[in-house]
């Protein structure tokens, strides 16, 4: 169902509306002032426990409990941080720079809010150095904020010292992993760390540390002004423990590729067909991913299995994958995951063998070379699927492929490893026949597209 | 002679070390500062590096190998990025790189015979929902079309 809302979006494309003056006009620093003013820290968490807002990220973690993790008592003279990610690089993931960009001082206001309820006194903000931009104005909006005396050593009149850096990447995927971001934030090769110890333990510069994505800090001071259980009941997947509104995103082969704000619980058919106007071309879907390239492909005749009566989901079994509510539980029993819920759409048309070589070469790409499943097999897996479009290829190099894929599962310190394994795996099976066709030579490369009209 | 920062660029630079709690984590914010002076960072400035920070020139050479964003060798007074990844190749992608090449007379990784813009492709910039699109130095070009492409390639040229 679409329910559209704009509690993010309001601010977008109006003159300055980055600004402090037209974030405040529209209530902005009020949930701030009051959590600082009249909550304990732990008020902070237990309430935002109740928003059930699922990490923006990709990964889903809720964001309430992973903020429960953080010591109660900081290591004596220490300090406890906040690290937010803004390193956004999926391909196929476009929200965090438009919330940047557009509405900066939502972010500030979350920091605040979070690094009171999570007890740090600093908050990071890792951009990725392309997003000039981005940087400008979040900048920009501490400044603002700083002079306003709502950071710095007493904001809101409250002995409560926070203050906020903006930190720069240098162009690497691997540093949206939270792990190799910390590395990189401490002036260090953005290789990802074995966990545990988990950054609630020992995080940025060894010390306890939260690490919660960009639009995930954005949307907190909504949802404490709204009121968090309320702000959860927005979402068609508030039972789930899936709550409120988020940012979708809809591109590829669509009419009208766009961000939106909606409560959790859209389905895909309306974000393509409501929202993005329908697919390039009025053609049939070949195939969408859900959220970031990671995630496998789903093809448009894939359905729900969930057979258990006793399970919350059961009411989405049979349902066609492009008609349950988009959320991090539906998708993971989709088989796939919800990502970034960026949409990427590919009309039929599309080569899916190109499209996954396109991907496997960025995955060759930005694999950070720590461990050899990970370093050998993106490359492998780029090589094989080249020499299969350029009809150089084996039924058995073919089948190796699946091989290859699969010996990266598990056998990495991050994610990564499972990133790249996946979408390939899911590639190679639903659109075997396509790669069958090139290994045989009855399509070459110079039939590959991946534009349609 | 000897690299040094500019006055502004070392007072800026003092202010990035006041930030953070050690001084290594300033080697990333510092070395785009340097390679926002010199285009690119040499051998020279890696070692002058590694003394302001008191680390060894063997992390900053680590440290600049393994990001991208930073040249080990001198480049084009512009850089054009094309995001090469499957949103935007979806979306043409593909055709914008061709067309630049064409224009530029430059294969994707150098630069133009008369230094001023070295063409790349880009991995994900995260505008897909803006496809195709380019990055030309700090600034992104969304939506893009041959005619828009031409414009700003062409300014490039003339400057």
Request: hydrophobic share 35%; glycine share 10%; charged share 25%.
């Amino acid at each position: 169902m679409i329910k559209t809302c704009n509690h993010l979006t309001k601010h977008y494309g109006k003159p300055n509306g980055w600004s402090l003056d037209a974030y405040e006009r529209e209530g902005g620093y009020k949930a701030a002032r009051r959590v600082l003013t009249e909550m304990t820290r732990e008020q902070v968490t237990d309430e935002a426990k109740k928003a059930n807002i699922r990490g923006r990220g990709g990964a889903g973690f809720p964001m309430g409990v992973k903020w429960s993790f953080m010591p109660k008592q900081a290591p004596a003279g220490k300090p406890m941080y906040l690290a937010v990610n803004a390193d956004e690089s999926e391909p196929g993931t476009h929200k965090d720079r438009t919330i940047m960009e557009e509405n900066p001082h939502s972010v500030v206001e979350g920091c605040i809010i979070a690094c009171y309820g999570i007890g740090a006194n600093k908050a990071w903000i890792y951009v990725r150095d392309e997003l000039h931009l981005a940087r400008e104005r979040l900048w920009a909006a501490i400044k603002e904020a700083k002079q306003k005396g709502y950071l710095g050593a007493n904001p809101f009149g409250k002995a409560y010292p926070i203050d906020i850096v903006v930190h720069t990447g240098g162009g690497t995927y691997i540093c949206g992993e939270e792990t190799a971001m910390l590395n990189s934030l401490e002036g260090k090769r953005g290789e990802p760390r074995l966990k545990p110890p988990f950054p609630a333990q020992a995080g940025a510069f060894g010390m306890p540390t939260t690490v919660n994505n960009l639009e995930t800090i954005a949307i907190v001071p909504t949802a404490f002004e709204m009121g968090c259980d309320k702000f959860s009941q927005q979402s068609a997947l508030h039972d789930l423990k899936d709550g409120g509104c988020r940012l979708y995103g809809v591109n590829g082969h669509v009419k009208k590729p766009q961000v939106i704000e909606l409560a959790v619980g859209v389905t895909m058919r309306e974000l393509i067909y409501d929202i993005g106007g329908g697919v390039t071309g009025d053609r049939e879907i070949l195939g969408v991913i859900p959220g970031g390239s990671s995630t496998p492909v789903l093809l448009p005749t894939e359905t729900i299995h969930a057979p258990d009566e006793k399970s919350p989901l059961h009411r989405f079994h049979g349902v066609n994958v492009l008609d349950v509510p988009l959320g991090v539980d539906t998708m993971r029993i989709a088989g796939t995951m919800l990502g970034t819920c960026c949409v990427t759409v590919m009309a039929v048309g599309t080569c899916p063998v190109l499209a996954m070589e396109n991907l496997m070469q960025f995955y060759r790409h930005e694999s950070c070379g720590q461990c050899t499943p990970c370093r050998e097999g993106s490359a492998w897996l780029k090589r094989v699927v080249t020499k299969i479009l350029d009809g150089e290829s084996s039924m058995e190099e073919l089948n190796e492929l699946h091989d290859i894929a699969n010996s990266i599962m598990g056998n990495t310190i991050c994610a990564f490893g499972e990133g790249t394994a996946m979408p390939a795996m899911a590639f190679l099976k639903k659109y075997r026949k396509d790669f069958e066709k090139y290994v045989r030579g009855e399509k070459t490369r110079k039939d590959a597209r991946l534009t349609v009209t | 002679m000897p690299f040094a920062l500019s006055a502004d660029r070392e007072r800026e630079l003092t202010e990035i070390l006041s930030r953070y709690p050690t001084k290594m984590a300033a080697t990333l914010p510092a070395l785009h500062l340097m390679q926002e002076q010199e285009g690119w960072v040499s051998e020279e400035m890696m070692i002058w590096l590694a003394h302001k920070l008191d680390v060894s020139p063997a992390h900053v050479r680590g440290v600049v190998t393994f990001y991208p964003l930073f040249n080990q060798e001198p480049v084009g007074k512009h850089q054009v990025w094309v995001c090469r990844t499957l949103p935007c190749a979806l979306r043409g992608a593909g055709d914008v790189i061709k067309h630049c090449e064409k224009k530029l007379g430059v294969h994707v990784g150098h630069t133009t015979k008369d230094g001023k813009i070295t063409l790349r492709t880009a991995e994900c910039l995260a505008s897909c929902g803006t496809a195709p699109m380019m990055q030309v130095d700090k600034e992104y070009h969304e939506n893009l079309t041959t005619e828009r492409i031409d414009q700003i390639l062409e300014k490039l040229q003339r400057d």
